[in-house]
């Protein structure tokens, strides 16, 4: 999925009115037929509105879709990313978007700069992409999953690691600082850092190897496990080897039923790692689960910033069930997933709505700014 800014500076406020009132609709709908879209814009007259469904649909942030009862329009993962931009540009998190710099398999990851041009890293997150194009057995059982359930996720995913980060941070875990969140996106500090997988000169991996034990019982003692603690989501500084460590939305509590088996495997990723690139295999065969001693309790003090403990619930659900479909397992620099993007093909579930639509809702603003009139330069 590409991010594609080039029409964002041409949409007009009825344009925005529109897109958000897809969005809006296709909480209760997976097809949300036009005159609901219509009716939920607020606009006066048909014909503007229609316009604003052809200009919207043209530059692909909405997709028509013919439904068995009638025809309407889902909001695709392009509209979404728009109405998130459009926050982010709104609150002056975002004045330009730059390259892309990453492609994970739940996330697409580019650089932007805020009003001061400062470089700052934008996570845009896409769960269910990936069931898309893999096999049929995965499709098979995610048909019932619709694509407003798949943004839903992704926006608990951006939820949940936007909180989790900035806990992190406030509390003097080597993280990015979480800078913004809207939608199924999450804005961090840029870090001038490549992933372990990528650095070719460890100066002295015994001793890396030790601050990465070290961290992951850090972690432990104050109630989490990072879960997915492996060579792409750890940064070092070629400078001053220093690790920073990113990607969160899988953290569990060191109370979560699979704790164990997540420790045991955020140290076994490690050794594996350390034993194949650096041939190093430490003397100290731990840590191990019996090492962990709380002292604090992050784990609970997260569910009082605005990630709740429901909403974890519902992520963790998807994100276990997407994991025995074997589907979680590293990253692959570069990999290919732009292959298939959007769910085009038209054959997606047609159930109702199944996610927890009396979750919190994030606010729709209801100013709907022209970009075309603010002067953001939204390149590429
Ligand atoms: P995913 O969940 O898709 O694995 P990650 O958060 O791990 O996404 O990010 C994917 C890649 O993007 C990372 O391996 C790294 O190369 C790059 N990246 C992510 N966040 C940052 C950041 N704050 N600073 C620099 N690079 C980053
Ligand atoms: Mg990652």
Known sequence: MKLDTRAIRYLTGEDWRVLTAAEMGSKNHEVVPTPLISQISGLRGASGVNRS??????????????????????????????????????????????????????????????????????????????????????????????SASWMYMSRLAAMKEFAFMKILKDNGFPVPTP?????????????????????????????????????????????????????????????????????????????????????????????????????FVSDDEGPTWDDVKRTGKLDIEVEASGFSKKQAKELDKYLQQITQLGEREGNEAGGDVSAEDEDEDGDEGEGEPEQGSDAEEEEVEDEHSNLSKNSHEMKN
Do not use: W
């Open 53 to 146: 469904i052809s200009n919207l649909a043209k530059v692909g942030l909405i997709a028509k879709v013919k439904n068995a009862k009638y025809d309407g329009y889902r909001l695709t993962y392009g509209g979404l990313d728009y109405l998130a931009l459009n926050t982010f540009i709104k609150r002056k998190s975002v004045y330009s978007i730059g390259n892309q710099v990453g492609v994970g398999k739940e996330s697409d990851i580019y650089v932007v700069a805020d009003e001061s041009g400062k470089q700052i890293i934008l996570k845009i997150h896409r769960l269910g992409r990936i069931s898309f194009r893999t096999v049929k057995a995965n499709r098979d059982y995610l048909r019932n999953r619709n």
């Open 179 to 279: 800078l913004d969140q809207a939608r199924h996106c999450v804005l961090m500090e840029l870090i001038d850092s490549y992933p372990l997988r990528q650095v070719t000169s460890i100066a002295d991996p015994p001793k890396l190897y030790a601050d990465l034990m070290a961290l992951i019982l850090q972690f432990a003692s104050q109630g989490l496990i990072h879960g997915d603690f492996n060579e792409f989501n750890i940064l070092v500084n070629e400078e001053t080897q220093q690790p920073v460590v990113i990607d969160f939305p899988q953290m569990v509590s060191i109370d979560h039923a699979n704790a164990k088996e997540y420790f045991d495997r955020d140290v076994q990723c490690i050794k594996t790692f350390f034993e194949r690139k650096f041939k």
